[in-house]
């Protein structure tokens, strides 16, 4: 029967347990369609049938009744791409090497072979080579190991595909246009650009790199500005992919590419900024702190190539790349020639434009310019003058439709110089640049058309001022809200189309394949708006608090549908964030209105801590649910929700449990090696995070209920037991140890129930590899001295015995390297606690206190401060001999000590008022002793000495 040949067909009549029943007969069918030597549309579409019978197998089973299919399904994939006519069966083969890769491999040689001649194949249409490429690809990403062990074929592919690159329209006016069209993906050069950043990134650095270095310098070294551009547009595309690989040759790489900067051909010019550009960002801040110099000089030079305005726009894109993530420290030195070329240009442009209308250059470089104060901050504040005129003028004249994004893009530069020079000097402007906004948004009663670029810069505009000028920027609100609400509720165009039904992309459309026969598609146009306009519904609850109340009701009702808004990730973060700002903002109009929008959040927000596929967006969900518990305190949180939030985290916690079983599955796996490895790293990062959101979930609750909150964590407990065991990764026994920690901290009568669970392994992992293990670990052996204090203490032994090894996590080599100083710094503030709270100061001897003070001061942290300068003052107080040493000889190293807590911020006057009082108690009738200060300040450094002349 002909209808069965078809994805639809032969599942609608053998779908589901008949599967099993008719297995024999649908192999017997298939097998003879794909073997029918007279006509090949059975056998085209007998492919296609496979292909779709073989996606609803689990690979094991496929590779198990199917292998011998693989022949002839080959044969029948080189038939159609030779006959030129039909491409379902190569489209369907796509998606077979997508969902089932493994399967392949027995014919992987043929497939590769055969794909390899058709993308070398000039002859055949560029459709059909882009879809073998894409097959290849597709194999690339869905089993990288399996390619990575088929290496010979690499080198050829990557020639290919740099050979593909080459394939440029020679446009005689090009580099003057100044309205600039979406490139053409259906173009050779493209279709080629993207599929080398899709192998270097599937693949990774160690096996693409070597052949870009091998093939790209003979294209850079060529006559023809085809391959010089190609060779630099590999750079660019390869950069995420091999990252690693480039970091170590990073230097060498931008030197190769340097000379193209001043390349006869602007196209070339062109694709040297784009690699340096990319470079930029796939490299930050290595690539700003090591090659500035180098790099910088010949982009600034040509921002001056008037006569090739996209080369020039080129430049000022790759300078906004460079200095998106660039150190301010890095930039300040430039910041005075690069300002006076900016502003040289953006008058010049500005010229340009009122009298040619050409805009494309003052675009971007208005763009570069709100990117050089957004790094430079403060710092930009002496040259706030020589930009503002300008941009307030085109902020104000360009009131044409094609202007409408230049205005935008001014509108976001002026918010953003605002913010970076602040409050202070912004103040002058704020007020017009405020009533121009007004009157853009609300002049002659019309409302903005929908598809107006200018809205997503205004609301960002908005929330920029809001952060400048505070809680008075409440009386906008009435005018902002109206439509930053309606951008919040576009709603998306969706459709389902025919695979063969033609639909204009250029108008916005994304799709995605249901089937051989059906496509999904969704119009992205007006989701960017309306995820700037979540982002901003956010900054006014955060920033504005309780001033926000009287949009809350309405917001909370937009936010909430949108955390299951699947069609952009960001719109779901926001409006996850969102929901304890919102909370926090109508605490002051009672626990009964408090509670009727918890009750109206809590429902969907736990139902999207329980399905939300996204680890970042998760991350975020979690984030913000341990936000509403901190929130709301007491009292909101019923039994029903407790116990669903709960359920969620056991979920995650046996997933999580779960995959790291998969994981030594992984590395049994024959494909196994360093790549793969590679990535499960990446996975166990991605892991550790999620499950440190877990904990500040727990952290939350703990905090909020206390011990009430103990026979609600015994429903997890057996989970966090089964991370502490030895053979479970770092990670899990890091985030055990610390939930064991806030136990300890917030319900410490029940902590003995626990002890056995985690008594041991927090002594055991004192001396981890893991700085942020032994941090755990340290932090509750502190805790345990300080919840269960004196002599007598069921943990006397128990932290007595933790010394020792303390002790030599402080005193290793490395101890004092960024990676471990919060872990060290976590053991002397144990330490400290054990003195002070089970050992008692009056029972150290002289050589441990002389010991503990060498330990100090203190670098980082600035929660363990109070515990650790506590106790030296309690020593200093007390008059202890010890530590303040023969004839106070020990005065000035104890002063140099505190003071040095106060320059590096581990000591806070806002955070510890009580600390810096008897720091000023201690110090102040030292200054007063003429003979002793001077004594004191002969032995300290000159910044110490400075910030003591204002004591």
């Given amino acids: 029967n002909w209808s069965t040949l078809t994805s639809s ?329 690069l300002c006076q070329k900016m502003q040289g240009t953006l008058e010049k442009k500005t010229l340009e434009l009122v009298q040619t209308h050409r805009k494309l250059v003052l675009e971007q470089i208005i763009t570069t310019i709100a990117t050089i104060a957004d790094t430079a901050e403060t710092h930009f504040a002496p040259y706030y003058q020589s930009f503002m005129p300008n941009l307030k003028y085109i902020m104000e004249n360009a009131n044409d439709k094609e202007l409408r994004l230049l205005r935008g893009k001014t509108i976001e530069c002026i918010s953003l110089i605002g913010l970076a020079v602040g409050k202070e000097v912004f103040l002058s402007d704020a007020e017009q640049i405020m009533n121009m906004l007004l009157k853009a948004q609300t002049d002659d009663g019309e409302e903005m058309e929908a598809d107006d670029p200018q809205i997503s810069y205004m609301i960002s505009a908005w929330a920029r001022l809001c952060k400048i000028i505070g809680p008075q920027f409440t009386a906008y609100l009435p005018v902002v809200m109206p439509p930053l609400l309606r951008a919040a509720q576009i709603k998306p165009e969706v459709a389902i189309v025919d695979s063969d039904e033609q639909v204009d992309e250029d108008e916005g459309w994304e799709f995605i394949s249901l089937s051989d026969q059906q496509r999904f598609g969704v119009k992205t146009a007006g989701l960017e708006d309306k995820n700037t306009a979540c982002q901003m519904l956010v900054c006014y609850a955060r920033e504005l608090k309780d001033g926000f109340a009287p949009y809350t009701e309405e917001v909370v009702k937009i936010m909430v549908p949108l955390l299951k808004f699947y069609f952009h990730d960001l719109i779901r973060s926001a409006a996850a964030e969102s929901l304890p700002f919102l909370l926090e903002s109508v605490k002051h109009r009672g626990d009964d209105y408090v509670r009727e929008m918890w009750n109206y959040i809590c429902p969907e927000l736990f139902k999207s801590l329980q399905t939300e596929m996204e680890p970042d967006i998760l991350a975020v969900v979690m984030e913000s649910v341990a936000s509403c518990v901190e929130v709301l305190g007491v009292g909101f949180i019923d039994g029903l929700q407790m116990e669903e939030l709960v359920e969620a985290m056991k979920n995650h916690l046996k997933k999580n449990y779960d995959k790291e079983e998969e994981r030594k599955q992984a590395r049994k796996d024959e494909d196994y090696d360093e790549e793969v490895e590679e990535g499960i790293e990446e996975e166990l990062d991605q892991d550790d995070y999620l499950l440190g959101k877990i904990a500040d979930i727990i952290h939350n609750l703990f905090g909020v209920y206390g011990e009430d909150f103990v026979q609600v964590f015994d429903k997890l407990t057996e989970y966090f037991v089964a991370m502490l065991a030895l053979d479970r990764p770092s990670l899990e026994h890091q985030w055990a140890i610390c939930v064991f920690d806030d136990l300890i901290d917030f319900a410490p009568n029940s902590a003995p129930k626990y002890q056995q669970h985690f008594l041991q392994p927090m002594m055991h992992y004192l001396s981890d590899v893991n700085p942020g293990v032994r941090q755990a670990a340290a932090y509750g052996v502190g805790a345990l001295a300080t919840k269960f204090p004196g002599a007598g203490s069921p943990y006397e032994d128990f932290c007595k015995n933790c010394i020792p090894s303390l002790v030599n996590v402080i005193n290793d080599p490395e101890s004092r390297e960024v990676e471990n100083m919060s872990a060290t710094e976590n053991c002397i503030s144990a330490i400290s606690k054990i003195f002070k709270h089970i050992i008692g100061q009056d029972n150290l001897d002289e050589a441990t206190v002389v010991t503990w003070l060498s330990w100090l001061p203190i670098q980082e942290d600035d929660e363990e401060s109070v515990h650790i300068y506590g106790f030296l003052l309690d020593l200093v107080e007390s008059n202890n001999a010890f530590a303040l040493g023969k004839n106070n000889t020990n005065l000035p190293e104890i002063v140099k000590i505190l003071t040095e807590g106060i320059i590096n911020k581990t000591i806070k006057s806002d955070d510890h008022p009580e600390l810096m009082a008897r720091i000023q108690a201690f110090i102040l009738p030292l200054q007063k002793n003429e003979a002793v200060w001077s004594a004191i300040l002969a032995k300290l450094p000159d910044t110490h000495k400075v910030l003591l002349s204002g004591q």
Avoid at 135 to 153: F, G, H, L, Q
């Fill in 9 to 337: 067909g032969i599942n609608a009549e053998y779908g589901g347990a008949a599967q099993q029943n008719y297995m024999g007969l649908i192999k017997e069918m298939l097998f003879a369609c794909l073997n029918d030597p007279d006509n090949p549309n059975v056998r085209f579409a007998a492919i296609r049938a496979t292909c779709a019978f073989l996606t609803c197998l689990e690979e094991d089973e496929a590779k198990r009744h199917f292998t011998d299919f693989l022949k002839p399904m080959l044969k029948g994939v080189e038939d159609c791409v030779v006959a030129e006519d039909d491409d379902g069966p190569l489209k369907s083969f796509v998606e077979l090497a997508e969902n089932l890769p493994k399967f392949l491999r027995p014919g992987l040689d043929q497939l590769m072979e055969f794909a390899l001649r058709v993308i070398a194949n000039t002859n055949l249409s560029d459709n059909w080579r882009q879809l073998v490429l894409e097959m290849v690809i597709t194999i690339c990403e869905a089993a990288p190991a399996m390619i990575r062990k088929k290496d010979k074929y690499i080198a050829p592919l990557v020639v290919q595909m740099l050979q593909m690159m080459t394939d440029l329209r020679d446009e005689e006016d090009w580099a003057m246009e100044d309205e600039v069209e979406d490139v053409d993906s259906d173009e050779n050069c493209v279709a080629a650009e993207a599929a080398l950043d899709r192998l270097a990134c599937a693949l990774g650095g160690k096996m693409v790199m070597p052949h870009i270095i091998q093939a790209v310098p003979p294209m850079l070294q060529s006559k023809e500005w085809k391959h010089r551009y190609a060779g630099l547009m590999a750079i660019s595309a390869s950069a995420e992919g091999c990252k690693k690989a480039m970091e170590a040759n990073l230097a060498g790489i931008v030197m190769a590419c340097l000379p193209y900067i001043t390349d006869e051909h602007p196209r070339v010019r062109f694709a040297c900024c784009n690699a340096l550009g990319q470079m930029a960002t796939d490299f930050s801040p290595l690539f700003q702190k090591k090659m500035h110099s180098k790099v910088l000089p010949g982009l600034i030079h040509l921002l001056d190539d008037d006569a090739h305005p996209r080369v020039q726009s080129h430049t000022a894109a790759a300078l906004v790349n460079f200095f998106e993530e660039c150190p301010q420290n890095v930039l300040l030195p430039y910041l005075p020639n």
